[in-house]
T-cell receptor, first 112, second 115 residues
Framework: QKEVEQNSGPLSVPEGAIASLNCTYS??????FFWYRQYSGKSPELIMS????GDKEDGRFTAQLNKASQYVSLLIRDSQPSDSATYLC????????????FGSGTRLQVQP | NAGVTQTPKFQVLKTGQSMTLQCAQD?????MYWYRQDPGMGLRLIYY???????DKGEVPNGYNVSRLNKREFSLRLESAAPSQTSVYFC??????????????FGPGTRLTVL
């Protein structure tokens, strides 16, 4: 069974620090990778997508993909208390299905 | 644009009752999905519809049925609710062109409790 693994946390970082969130996946042929942010009691919100090896930057967020090692990470620079949320990693497997498989999420706490 | 909308927001059922969760999107997306989210278990796919007129089972389809009514609407039906179906249900859609085709956008969710 194809799996997406995340450390459940909580990951606690001080305000202004870099938060590093990691995700590993089981299928080497996976195509597309996504990071979602979910505030407590709210729905997931797409913050980053990445499709090729390397880094992709968007504002304070950087997604990093290493297909050979089968991991994808999300870096949040200058972390703010408003970044406190659960971050979900999602993977599209290399099949015809468009559906995503989600990890169980990492809870991030940014301490003021 | 409202994006993805879901009704109802909250629902309490008794064991054995039936209900339909409604979902609609106004983004002209082809694909729509139903997930459930339980504490510590992430999102699990119940059913999805790759395009109008097609539906397919996901990870946890037992106890559910779906209808893709048209391109905009995708409903989820519980025929005989069980306490194990207590969960938060999210509808999502995707289908932008190019690399964005797999990016999914979520509705606000329905919190369902089955007593």
């Amino acid at each position: 069974q194809k799996e997406v693994e995340q450390n459940s946390g909580p990951l606690s970082v001080p305000e202004g620090a870099i938060a590093s969130l990691n995700c590993t996946y089981s299928d080497r042929g996976s195509q597309s990778f996504f990071w979602y942010r979910q505030y407590s009691g709210k729905s997931p919100e797409l913050i980053m997508s990445i499709y090729s090896n390397g880094d992709k930057e968007d504002g304070r967020f950087t997604a990093q993909l290493n297909k050979a090692s089968q991991y994808v990470s999300l870096l949040i620079r200058d972390s703010q208390p408003s970044d406190s949320a659960t971050y979900l990693c999602a993977v599209k497997w290399d099949t015809g299905r468009r559906a995503l498989t989600f990890g169980s999420g990492t809870r991030l706490q940014v301490q003021p | 644009n409202a994006g993805v909308t879901q009704t109802p927001k909250f629902q309490v059922l008794k064991t054995g009752q039936s209900m339909t969760l409604q979902c609609a999107q106004d983004m002209n997306h082809n694909s729509m999905y139903w997930y459930r989210q339980d504490p510590g278990m992430g999102l699990r796919l119940i059913y999805y519809s790759a395009s109008e007129g097609t539906t397919d089972k996901g990870e946890v389809p037992n106890g559910y049925n779906v209808s893709r009514l048209n391109k905009r609407e995708f409903s989820l039906r519980l025929e005989s609710a069980a306490p194990s179906q207590t969960s938060v249900y999210f509808c999502a859609s995707s289908g932008l062109a190019g690399f964005g085709v797999n990016e999914q956008f979520f509705g606000p969710g329905t919190r369902l409790t089955v007593l």
